[in-house]
């Protein structure tokens, strides 16, 4: 038994250094801040070891660590009262297989985002940074700029939107040339 629980340590230690990069990238992908990142990610690894995970190969364990990811974050989300942004979670998954197939293009996306980011001011910058940086919900943020709280989602969707576009543009990527 002494050997199995050795092995099994040492196969998880490699796991953990192959994929908390990873993980901790798809959780900031899908609306984490780095502090919720962080914590996220070892949480992540806990539960897969609590679970007596057995890897299969690379991309099933990456897709497994993916859906505990996922899954504590929404938990997470819930304890606070929040629910996820605009993004649909449900496609999420596929869109970040497709971003990281090509490790160098998180590169490339995080500076088109950063450059279409810069073009985003006034409340409409506030709001972002607001959500985003301080993890504020809807109703914070409109007594903070004196707004109402559907105001602020659909400044909020028509920003996500223009950064969309942008993005694409920067990237000339659009979904449809990738199905």
């Given at each position: 038994?002494?050997?199995?629980?050795?092995?099994?340590?040492?196969?998880?230690?490699?796991?953990?250094?192959?994929?908390?990069?990873?993980?901790?990238?798809?959780?900031?992908?899908?609306?984490?801040s780095a502090p919720e990142a962080d914590d996220l990610t070892q949480e992540t690894f806990l539960a897969a070891w609590k679970a007596d995970f057995d890897e299969i190969n690379e991309p099933a364990t990456a897709a497994y660590l993916r859906t505990v990811a996922k899954s504590r974050f929404l938990m997470m989300l819930r304890a606070r009262?929040?629910?996820?942004?605009?993004?649909?979670?449900?496609?999420?998954?596929?869109?970040?297989?497709?971003?990281?197939?090509?490790?160098?293009?998180?590169?490339?996306?995080?500076?088109?985002?950063?450059?279409?980011?810069?073009?985003?001011?006034?409340?409409?910058?506030?709001?972002?940074?607001?959500?985003?940086?301080?993890?504020?919900?809807?109703?914070?943020?409109?007594?903070?700029?004196?707004?109402?709280?559907?105001?602020?989602?659909?400044?909020?969707?028509?920003?996500?939107?223009?950064?969309?576009?942008?993005?694409?543009?920067?990237?000339?990527?659009?979904?449809?040339?990738?199905?």
């Amino acid at each position: 038994m002494q050997v199995a629980s050795i092995d099994r340590r040492a196969t998880f230690e490699r796991i953990i250094h192959a994929h908390q990069r990873g993980v901790w990238r798809y959780l900031r992908f899908i609306g984490c801040s780095a502090p919720e990142a962080d914590d996220l990610t070892q949480e992540t690894f806990l539960a897969a070891w609590k679970a007596d995970f057995d890897e299969i190969n690379e991309p099933a364990t990456a897709a497994y660590l993916r859906t505990v990811a996922k899954s504590r974050f929404l938990m997470m989300l819930r304890a606070r009262g929040r629910r996820p942004a605009e993004t649909d979670l449900v496609d999420v998954d596929a869109d970040w297989v497709q971003l990281v197939e090509n490790d160098d293009g998180w590169d490339v996306r995080t500076v088109a985002l950063e450059e279409c980011l810069q073009g985003v001011q006034g409340k409409a910058r506030q709001v972002i940074d607001m959500q985003y940086g301080q993890d504020l919900r809807y109703a914070d943020i409109a007594a903070t700029l004196g707004m109402k709280p559907e105001g602020v989602r659909t400044l909020m969707k028509r920003v996500i939107a223009k950064l969309r576009e942008c993005m694409e543009r920067k990237l000339e990527w659009a979904p449809e040339k990738n199905d």
